[in-house]
């Protein structure tokens, strides 16, 4: 067989004169960014095996470096700190940062850093964005790995008598994972309700091997908001799914977290199934009893804030009076009780009294008419506390789960 060989011959192309104008731009001087070396702690911690909560104090060393990536000893400012932890920095840089620290001819040693609360891979950030005649010069350092956070961790002020304590997620804005339960092997996260558009989950510490009963403390469940049927995804196959059921353990939950009129909302959630457990309703937590002394002020320990320690979670009022219905009812279907348990001739009236609690019975008590309550005493009201905060405007509302919540007269 013969090879033929084929040869192509192109015509010469023209020579193209390119002219134009060349800008040449100055080298860059100065400071360009900052060299962090973490001193302490020596072992930062990895995926695998995290820091202490305790071990927050940070100690590092901050070198200005020029535009060759050299020490530049003419450097003399002060860098704000910042900490990036949970896919944003915080504070932001339009705030005010953590603490500042001095570099002289370029240098400072062994300056410790005290952290806020900080959870999962966690970042120091230093620039001059404050100065007079910044140079935009940054520096972070290597992650330092502390543990990830619980739903306490979420729900919880960090001072329960500050002005935001009913308002406010220590959280806010963060993307959280929360993958555990605070009460390590025996504990369980739990679903407590479900509702057309989410599911409340609370953090039960169980007997061995997760074993009823179960029990819960404040601060300890929370909403996750999926916009539709809320739906877990399988442990062992994540391309499958299933609609979530009360009293349905969950291995893990993830989104973004944030205030919805003061109450905090999981919101683009993605959540999980355990593979350890069934559902088991015993696992729920008990309502927790409420008392005419929450409406006491958030001074008191005692008052307005546990509504707040009790958010996402079941509260049971007893022999409350329903009041007459209102606009709330009629553009909300939001009926209204007395938790005092004060009657009135011809019904109750609650337009003066802002000790209200209100009731969503909407969808899930179908057959429920309010208006034949009107005045009358309900023995035992159990349901899922949301608030509505907004400044000084606090409304409380309970969400029974079905008609087993409500022993009427």
């Known amino acids: 067989m013969k090879r033929i060989a084929m040869h192509l011959t192109l015509p010469a192309l023209p020579l ?13 001087s100065g400071t360009t960014s900052i060299k962090v070396e973490v001193v302490s702690p020596v072992d930062r911690g990895s995926f695998a095996t995290r820091l202490d909560d305790a071990a927050r104090d940070v100690v590092v060393n901050l070198t200005a470096l020029d535009a060759n990536g050299e020490p ?23 705030g005010t940062p953590l603490t500042t620290v001095q570099l002289t001819a370029g240098k400072a040693t062994n300056k410790m850093i005290t952290l806020p609360p900080v959870f999962g891979p966690t970042t120091l950030w230093f620039d001059d964005s404050k100065a007079a005649d910044p140079t935009l010069a940054t520096g972070a350092s290597e992650p330092l790995w502390y543990r990830d956070p619980f739903i306490e961790d979420i729900q919880k002020p960090r001072l329960e008598t500050a002005l935001d304590a009913l308002s406010k997620s220590t959280l806010e804005l963060k993307q959280i994972a929360v993958h555990a339960s605070k009460y390590g092997a025996n504990g369980r996260l739990v679903v407590n309700s479900v509702f057309a558009q989410g599911y409340t989950v609370s ?39 299933e609609l979530l059921r009360e009293g349905q353990v969950i291995s893990r939950f993830n989104g973004g977290v944030s205030e919805f009129n003061g109450l905090t909302e999981i919101g683009f959630p993605r959540t999980f199934l355990s593979t350890l457990d069934d559902v088991d309703p015993a696992r729920e937590p008990k309502p927790a009893k409420f008392d005419v002394g929450w409406f006491a002020a958030l001074s ?66 179908a057959d429920l008419d309010p208006s034949t309550l009107v005045g009358k005493k309900i023995p035992k009201i159990v349901g899922i506390v949301r608030p509505v905060n907004i400044g000084t405007f606090n409304v409380w509302i309970v969400y029974p789960r079905g008609m087993a919540d409500l022993q009427l007269p």
Not at 16 to 28: E, K
Not at 206 to 222: D, F, M, Q
Not at 320 to 345: H, M, N, R
């Open 300 to 365: 008191d320990p005692n008052g307005i804030i546990n509504f707040e320690r009790y958010e996402a979670a079941p509260i049971e009022i007893d022999n409350a009076v329903v009041c007459a219905l209102d606009d709330a009812y009629t553009t909300f279907k939001q009926w209204k009780i007395d938790p005092s348990g004060t009657e009135s001739a011809g019904g109750a009236d609650c337009s003066k009294s802002k000790n209200v609690i209100s009731l969503i019975t909407s969808g899930v008590a």
């Open 203 to 241: 953090d039960m510490q169980c007997g061995p091997g997760g074993a009823p009963p179960c029990t819960s403390e404040p601060y300890s469940s929370v909403m996750v908001f999926s916009f539709s049927a809320p739906r877990a995804t399988s442990d062992e196959d994540e391309g499958s799914s």
């Open 72 to 94: 530049d000893p003419s450097f003399d400012g002060e860098l704000g700190v910042y900490v990036q932890f949970l896919g944003t920095l915080s504070p932001y840089l339009t």
């Open 16 to 28: 193209l004169l390119l002219v134009g104008c060349v800008d040449t731009l100055p080298d860059l």
